[in-house]
């Protein structure tokens, strides 16, 4: 299998195939940067393009735009407290304060290097151990995701900054919200007061364009000065955005690592996502942190897990949908209607029959978790001078932005007014001191939630024993429960010493 994955990087010298793996990274660092814009549409804008195109460059692109669409998230949320998508939402809590305290290109530089390792890393699982961990995923049946789901939702809870019970409500109010709109397993509306555009639900782009955007735009709006960002001044230099030998070891290689297995391992679940790779993934690193107090006001190796987790994830994201035909997440599913186009049919025959038309897959999402880190070091000092714009042009121009992405993904007016709906409730729960993430986290992992649930019980006569008599089940609770000591009965035992 090695000849042929090398072939895969053979390709790439192609200076046409080289391009289009250029012109796609660039296009995803836009779309994933700019909130409402994320790397799933930039895919599914491309795809009618994919029917003139060559089979590989489509591929090679499509890479391109999904590894830098999963980072770029993160570059709007370091510097302006906006995340471009969810994914970067966790780094957006270390990631922030670093920025306010005059360190915005050491937490844009150690941001970029942790996803630069854990795309590669991940892309290297792709190569080499696909069919072994496909096979491993099989193993999850439905009790099994539920207990997944069900620890990141803990997770979230016990990670999130200030008190345990606001934290509780707000991703209740996630969950809560979640279930509004369409029934897919009994055809019924619910929730919806008989009115035709609830029926569609609270879709995410929206949640995470109000949560984020219209949030901090309403926040922004009260300050007194419409001036630029009152941050720190201070100059940078190309050479900033370099982490440091110290900064890393002090971080730890084990962290990268664990980071980026768990971000592969999440990748691999239909449904996992970035998001939930990302927490699970930050959530284990404060576990074992000597510093368990710097989360939530600029940690590096809380920035540097939740990194490296989410870039890893693309590499996991591809197994299943290349190995059993099951689309990882968004963006994977769009690849699999690439694939389709182009008359390849996903599952457990293409790597056998196919490898050699798909092996430059993997060399371009190796390869753009590469660019990840150059590319910070060729336009960090320009992300940087966002900060300093005029703030009331900058707002103008994210509020105009968000609501036209949230229109695109959806063509819904509707869901224009569910995003300023949710935007101004997050706004009042922020003044009360409600953490806002757990919200957002409720929205995305309430579906998979909700319909794990259902059909676990309603395949085993209702019988909720099913949780602990499967053993991977069983192996997930008992985790969230090690998750639950260590993060907060222990700490609260310590402090009380």
Known sequence: M?????????ALLHPMTFLCLVGGFILGLIF???????????VALLLPFTFAMELTDALVMVMGIFMAGIYAGSITGIIVNIPGAPSGAITTIEGHPLMLKGHGAKALGLDAFASSIGGMLGALVLMFVAVPMSQ??????TPDKF???????????????????????????????????????????RFDFGSSALIE??????AVIGIFAVCELLAQGGAPSQGAFETPEFKVKRRDFMPSWHE??????WTYVKSSVIGVLVGMLPGGGASMASFIAYAEAKRVSKRPEEYGHGSHEGLAASEAANNA??????????????PGDSVTAIIFGVLLIHGLVPGPGLLTNHLDIVAPMFAALFV????????????????????RLNRGVLYAFIAMISMVGTFASSYSVTQMWVALGIGVFAYLLRLMGYPLVPMLMGIILGPYFEEYLRRSLITNDLDPTVFFTSPISLSMLLLTCVFVYFLRVRPSQIREG
Do not use: H
């Open 2 to 10: 090695s000849f042929e994955v090398l072939s895969g990087f053979t």
């Open 32 to 42: 994933g940067a700019i909130p409402g814009l994320t790397a799933t549409l930039a």
């Open 136 to 141: 491993f995923a099989l193993l999850f049946q």
């Open 147 to 189: 207990s997944l789901v069900l620890m990141a939702v803990v997770t979230v809870v016990i990670v999130a900054k200030g008190s345990v019970w606001k934290s509780t409500a707000t991703i209740t109010l996630g969950l809560m919200l979640s279930t509004v709109g369409f029934d897919n397993m009994v055809a019924l509306g």
């Open 201 to 206: 639900g609270v879709q995410l782009l929206p």
């Open 248 to 253: 890393i070891k002090d971080i730890g290689f």
């Open 313 to 326: 994830m693309c590499g996991g994201a591809v197994v299943p949908l290349l190995t059993l035909g099951i």
């Open 368 to 387: 753009s978790a590469a660019f990840v880190f150059i590319s910070v070091i060729a336009f960090g000092p320009y992300y940087i001078r966002i900060a």
